[in-house]
């Protein structure tokens, strides 16, 4: 898995993390079920033709592999709907909000901070010259340790935003829908790739973005002097 870079990134990573033990934990037991019928369910050799006793049902059996199941999947959905709460959660507080345009094929970020804004739009990559040392496409710059909203929006068809250092992804819906997400970066300085998930037409393949964690104060910098040029 890749290194989460936001607050919510560790929320999704426990989530994936106990699902991945409890679901390992019941293979184990059906494993061996099916290991010790195999072993001592055996026909016997010395009397081949005889059957074992014969039962019409046991009840308790039956209510065992009835209600553990439904527990097991009562817990699931319970970590699963609290962590998507908290993940999926707005506030008024995030001090930087970023309009997120995903068209055919590429990208257009509006990142709005004290007033000021800053637009970068992306044209599709060429995916010959594509690395993860040098990622193409439009770059979105975010202060770390910083509270970031993002508005989705689509003129044209589904698309879906995804950064994997995020570990979570949202659709990106056409018309008057628009989805809603916020995120709080870490202190962890980078270039991070980010992709259109979503089947979305021919060149798909080259909707490619990145998201450049900096500083606070290099970040000041930046939306100033996009803002300025803008102008």
Known sequence: ?????????????????????????????????????????????????????????????EILYTVVPVIMVAVFFYFTARDETEVTRITKAAPVKVAVEGYQWSWRFTTEYQGQKA??????????????????????????????????????????????????KQDVFPGNVHNHFQITTLDKTGVFVGRCAELCGSDHSKMLFSVKLVPQAEFDQYIKSQAGSAQ
């Not at 999704?12 to 494993?31: D, E, M, P, R, Y």
């Not at 995916?127 to 910083?146: D, F, R």
Request: include cysteine; charged fraction near 10%.
């Open 1 to 61: 898995m890749p290194e989460g870079v936001t607050k919510q990134a560790g929320i999704i990573q426990t989530l994936w993390n106990g699902s991945w033990i409890a679901a390992l934990a019941t293979g184990v037991v059906v494993w061996g079920l099916i290991l010790w019928a195999c072993i001592f369910h055996r026909k016997k050799k010395n009397s081949p033709d005889q059957l074992p006793p014969q039962v019409r049902y046991n009840l308790p059996i």
């Open 119 to 168: 637009v970068v739009a992306g044209v599709p990559v060429d995916l010959s010259k594509q690395s993860e040392q040098t990622p193409q496409g439009p770059q979105l710059v975010l202060p770390v340790n910083t509270q970031v909203q993002f508005d989705l929006h689509s003129p044209d068809v589904i698309h879906s935003f995804w950064v994997p250092a995020f570990l979570f």
